[in-house]
């Protein structure tokens, strides 16, 4: 809501809130020194993903969704010109595509910043420990510094959300096809890296089908992380990441 005016706020407004606050983060990493430990978190977050959806990965239905997810949610890359067209068109979504298209965009937003505020103040704490210190250890001891529960709770919500709209929309044909047609003006318009995520989320859960199997994965194992990150035995803990990244 709107604080002065008690009105909603819109798909636009939130969009680029989060937008802003993931541009704050970024600079206030590279202010901080704290950009090369934010890469290294995301870099081992990434190894894990990957070692969690090896089958997923190996698999042709889902291949694509998989690397969709692991890629353009979780991934160790720099989002900053995605970030920049996604905040200018913020207003164009909302105006020429149907709510549901405009929430998949507020979702993204959403997971986005989530995202970045959680391995920001995880890197605060991993470069606050001994850089000798196994990276297992150093990441678990990160993670439970930094806390959080409740927000990553909500990432993962958030996520699922995401992965159901994604298959809901895809069986709407208009939608693809009108998203085939924004090509040439999203080019011209230098929106192509946000053109190119829609019409992959789209492809891949197309492909996929049903997606139901998949979502359910995701939510048990990353359910399954987040309660072993946060209360396992810290030894035992280590020891099933340190399992894990070898498979990646």
Not at 85 to 90: P, S, T
Not at 167 to 195: C, D, H, N, Y
Not at 211 to 230: G, N, P, S, V
Request: charged content about 25%; some cysteine; proline content about 2%.
């Amino acid at each position: 809501m709107n604080a002065l005016t008690n009105a909603p706020i819109s798909a636009t407004d939130r969009i680029r809130q989060q937008l802003e606050r993931v541009s704050h983060l970024r600079t206030q990493a590279r202010q901080d020194g704290l950009s090369t430990a934010v890469h290294q978190v995301k870099q081992l977050q990434a190894r894990r993903f990957r070692a969690t959806y090896a089958d997923f990965l190996a698999d042709p239905r889902h291949v694509a969704a998989t690397a969709f997810f692991l890629d353009e949610l979780y991934g160790e890359h720099d989002f900053a010109q995605r970030d920049a067209q996604f905040a200018r068109i913020a207003g164009a979504i909302e105006r020429l595509f149907p709510e549901a298209v405009a929430d998949l965009a507020v979702d993204l937003a959403e997971t986005h910043a989530l995202t970045e505020t959680l391995d920001h103040q995880l890197a605060e704490h991993w470069l606050a420990q001994d850089e000798h210190c196994p990276y297992t250890e150093r990441y678990v001891r990160s993670w439970r510094l930094t806390g959080g529960r409740a927000a990553r709770q909500r990432q993962l919500a958030v996520v699922l959300h995401m992965g159901q709209e994604l298959q809901r929309l895809t069986r709407m044909k208009s939608l693809l096809v009108a998203l085939k047609l924004m090509r040439g003006p999203a080019q011209a318009a230098g929106l192509a890296s946000l053109q190119q995520f829609l019409e992959r989320g789209f492809s891949a859960f197309a492909t996929m089908g049903d997606a139901r199997h998949f979502l359910a994965a995701i939510a048990q194992r990353e359910q399954q992380w987040i309660d072993t990150l946060f209360d396992a035995d810290l030894p035992a803990c280590q020891a099933e990441l340190a399992r894990e990244l070898q498979r990646a």
